[in-house]
């Protein structure tokens, strides 16, 4: 038997019912291992029919809802509220546009027995999910994990189950625009909490222009140099790293945003395959990619990363 768990999304006005009611049913009619409540986060006001699909949702649920309307915020904010609603430990989450593969939460549930934080790998697609552009395969080995967190988010968001209690010992996912989750997961990681990753793919990601386009501009720059800033300060980067960061990351949010789309994969990618690649050292050794030392368990706990924009 599995411990029970909820599942938890944010709904906004640029949601498309469609795509709601696709990403439902995936996640809860359609799995193997039924959630056994969906919170549904109502981020600001929406239009209509977004509210039409979700009261239709809420009725006819084969499992209860929660459901929880906030002033329009952010996603981080509107997570936390949503957290809060939780009625057990464990948490899944899934976005509003996106398709869970049957047995995801079969998968990913017997792994949050001993864990944190479950992750696992997605599949990219644009118009449906035999349309499928990438594929996106974590980092699974806990310091493959550890130092790719270092420039990247080792969780891929959509596939993630946690437990709440390290997401609030961590200070909860804070109003960082875009990186509210890499912001808390390096902070859990930071804390020392137990990550699982697995590389099979278990969610459909939906993506096109306008992902690229909401990663870019001078808001989300700033945000980003105050990220890079507080990892800096608190040792979760070296001094190098940090440049690294800064001009790596920093400037991808200045290109166009077509520039953005077509230099994404193959940075990622080859940062993930040098990470997948380099061997661990032996016990003792220093090799010249080794990070700095973690720090102490509890050391970003009631630190939470700056809020807003």
Known sequence: MH???????????????????????SAVDDQTVRPDQVIIVRDGPVRDEIGRCLDEFRLSSLVPVTFVPVPRGGLGPALDRGLAASWFDVVARMDADDVAMPHRFEVELPLIADADIVGAGLLEFVADTDDIVGQRVPPTERGQIQRYARMHDPFNHPTVVYRRRAVLAAGGYGDLPLMEDYALFARMLAAGARAVNVAEPLVFYRVGPEAFKRRGGAGLLRSELRLQAEF????????????????????????????????????????????????????????????????????WRDQPLPVGS
């Open 3 to 25: 411990e029970p768990f909820s599942l938890l999304m944010s709904v906004y006005d640029g949601d498309r019912p469609d795509y709601i009611r696709r990403a439902l049913r």
């Open 232 to 299: 800096r300060r608190r040792g979760f980067t070296s001094p190098a790293e940090y440049v690294r960061n800064v001009l790596v990351r920093g400037g991808y949010r200045l290109i166009p945003w077509w520039c953005r789309r077509a230099v994404y994969r193959p940075v990622v990618a080859h940062y993930a395959e040098r990470v997948e690649l380099d061997p661990m050292p032996a016990p003792g050794d220093r090799a010249e990619w080794e990070y700095p030392e973690m720090p102490a368990a509890g050391f």
